[in-house]
């Protein structure tokens, strides 16, 4: 038994006969919806497991989640549950209105995450299971289920595999173990991966489309030596657009949109940024985050930040071209910026 497995035995019988809430992100996604989702199922012959959100879905997200065996729980409270497992996330503040109540629950903390340090993080935890080498949480409950030998029915599978193609933007962020893992899901859920896409990734309505590509007239473009970064401010928050900009060849995606919550943006490394260069997302947005009271989570090569309503745009790219710069320099002493 290596360490990763010992560590999932020891989750299940520090829950055994417990009542266990397992818990979504708040403006959850697909992955932390279906992962803790699945969890729920997994864990339901051991504990007395509940599926809860901290904040109603919106309608796009019901309808994503309608064929899951298992339908959430809005919670407004801790205090009835003897372990609370925080799934796709490690900070309070991404618990929205229960962020409060976690500093007075005296229950166990434990934690279920793939993403790099964010700020923030729960002062005090129980247990922890965090593999950043997994792509999406999706990946990393599906392996926890194969160990646990656990029951993939179709909609639990399909639920997972889901959660793994929106979060991996459709697998632009990938590993070998992604492959196999997506693979055992798709075989599961008797799906074809361009159903499974259809159902996760709808396409937009066309006056979104239009308004979105009206944008990437207005992109802006920094070349530094042979590489490059392309931002664009979007009407609305969307991700895949960011990854669009790295399919177009470009090193560094960006995308920004304003919303009631302050500056929403999101980021996408290229793979030759990444292994050429070094360069990784979190490392730079993660201390630019935390020195102004936002919130960060991510990848070295996907990452997303929320931040107050009197950020720009051009405050997120200033920083990434400036990290960028030096890592070309290492190897381009002379490299410079060029905006275009």
């Not at 309808?63 to 409270?77: C, L, Y």
């Not at 996330?89 to 993403?115: C, M, T, V, W």
């Amino acid at each position: 038994m290596n360490g990763h497995d010992s560590k999932i035995q020891k989750l299940i019988s520090l829950v055994h006969g417990k009542k266990v809430l397992f818990l979504s992100h708040v403006r959850p996604d697909l992955d932390t919806l279906a992962s803790a989702m699945a969890l729920t199922h997994f864990f339901l012959p051991h504990s007395q497991s509940t599926w809860g959100i901290v904040e109603p879905l919106n309608e796009f997200l019901q309808s994503q989640t309608a064929f899951f065996p298992i339908q959430p729980n809005e919670i407004e409270s801790l205090g009835k549950f003897d372990c609370v497992v925080c799934v796709d996330f490690r900070s309070p503040s991404q618990a929205g209105l229960l962020s409060e109540a976690f500093r007075s629950y005296s229950g166990k903390i434990i934690i279920i995450d793939h993403h790099s340090p964010s700020p923030a993080e729960f002062s005090r935890v129980d247990f922890r299971l965090i593999k950043p080498h997994s792509i999406a949480a999706a990946q990393l409950v599906t392996q926890m289920g194969q160990f646990m030998h656990a029951s993939f029915t179709k909609p639990v599978a399909g639920a997972l595999a889901m959660g793994m193609i929106t979060d991996s933007a459709r697998f632009l962020v990938a590993n070998t173990k992604t492959f196999s893992t997506f693979d055992f899901l798709l075989q599961k859920s008797g799906k074809s991966y361009e159903e499974l896409l259809t159902r996760a990734v709808p396409v937009p309505f066309p006056s979104d489309r239009v308004a979105i590509l009206h944008s990437l007239k207005h992109a802006k473009i920094i070349s530094i030596g042979n590489y490059t970064l392309a931002s664009v401010m979007l009407p609305h928050q969307t991700g895949f657009v960011a990854s669009a900009l790295i399919q177009l060849g470009h090193d560094i995606g960006v995308t920004a949109s304003y919303s009631n919550d302050g500056l929403f943006a999101s980021v996408r490394v290229s793979a030759r940024a990444h292994s050429e260069l070094g360069f990784d997302a979190m490392k730079v947005l993660l201390p630019f985050a935390q020195s102004h009271n936002a919130t960060c989570g991510g990848h070295a090569r996907a990452a997303q930040l929320n931040l107050p309503p009197y950020f720009s745009e051009q405050m997120v790219v200033d920083v990434l071209t400036k990290n960028l710069l030096a890592c070309v320099r290492k190897n381009d002493p002379k490299a410079t910026i060029r905006i275009y």
